[in-house]
T-cell receptor, first 111, second 113 residues
Framework: AQRVTQPEKLLSVFKGAPVELKCNYSYSGSPELFWYVQYSRQRLQLLLR??SRESIKGFTADLNKGETSFHLKKPFAQEEDSAMYYC?????????????FGQGTILTVHP | EPEVTQTPSHQVTQMGQEVILRCVPISNHLYFYWYRQILGQKVEFLVS????????KSEIFDDQFSVERPDGSNFTLKIRSTKLEDSAMYFCASSDRGNQPQHFGDGTRLSIL
């Protein structure tokens, strides 16, 4: 079974502070991991995926298979980063394409 | 940039009535999905659809649910006899290949009275 856990429902930081949103997963095969973001009154949109290894809007995430984690990090948070962040997993085989989401973390960046 | 569009944005229906939620995926996409999010809970997978048939469905997607691609552009989710617990936000998504990032619509808020 696929499972994604985001332990923090709410996370508050001040502008310029580092931020880390935690994500742990459970999957027996080789998963593909994503971070989606939902800004206020906007749709879910892809922030980044582990295989592309890019930095988007200053965010990075490294897949740690040993710890089964895919934490999202940004060294200096900005007010415009305030949003809901979802970690999601896509497995292979018969679950090809199906996304399993975590509960989401609401990030608030204070001025 | 092309977008997935969903209509209506909000649907209010009496319990027991049928409801159809509509989605127009991105035009060159071949894989289509429905998810739902009950208020305060996580986004849950309902069904995936490819090549005019269901690829996978979750336990939530019982006989009351069906999906259809009636023409070359629309992708619909039908709930035959709605229950109070069907109240949720329903998201449609599409991708050009099976394991490529999915693009989501704005969602339809379904309220069952």
């Amino acid at each position: 079974a696929q499972r994604v856990t985001q332990p923090e429902k709410l996370l508050s930081v001040f502008k310029g502070a580092p931020v880390e949103l935690k994500c742990n997963y459970s999957y027996s095969g080789s998963p593909e991991l994503f971070w989606y973001v939902q800004y206020s009154r906007q749709r879910l949109q892809l922030l980044l995926r582990h295989i592309s290894r890019e930095s988007i809007k200053g965010f990075t995430a490294d897949l740690n298979k040993g710890e089964t984690s895919f934490h999202l990090k940004k060294p200096f948070a900005q007010e415009e980063d305030s949003a809901m962040y979802y970690c999601a997993l896509s497995g292979g085989g018969t679950s090809y394409g199906k996304l399993t989401f975590g509960q989401g973390t609401i990030l608030t960046v204070h001025p | 940039e092309p977008e997935v569009t969903q209509t209506p944005s909000h649907q209010v229906t009496q319990m027991g009535q049928e409801v159809i939620l509509r989605c127009v995926p991105i035009s060159n996409h071949l894989y289509f999905y429905w998810y739902r999010q009950i208020l305060g809970q996580k986004v849950e997978f309902l069904v995936s659809f490819y090549n005019n048939e269901i690829s996978e469905k979750s336990e939530i997607f019982d006989d009351q649910f069906s999906v259809e691609r009636p023409d070359g552009s629309n992708f619909t989710l039908k709930i035959r006899s709605t229950k109070l617990e069907d109240s949720a936000m329903y998201f449609c998504a599409s991708s050009d290949r099976g394991n490529q990032p999915q693009h989501f619509g704005d969602g339809t808020r379904l309220s069952i009275l």
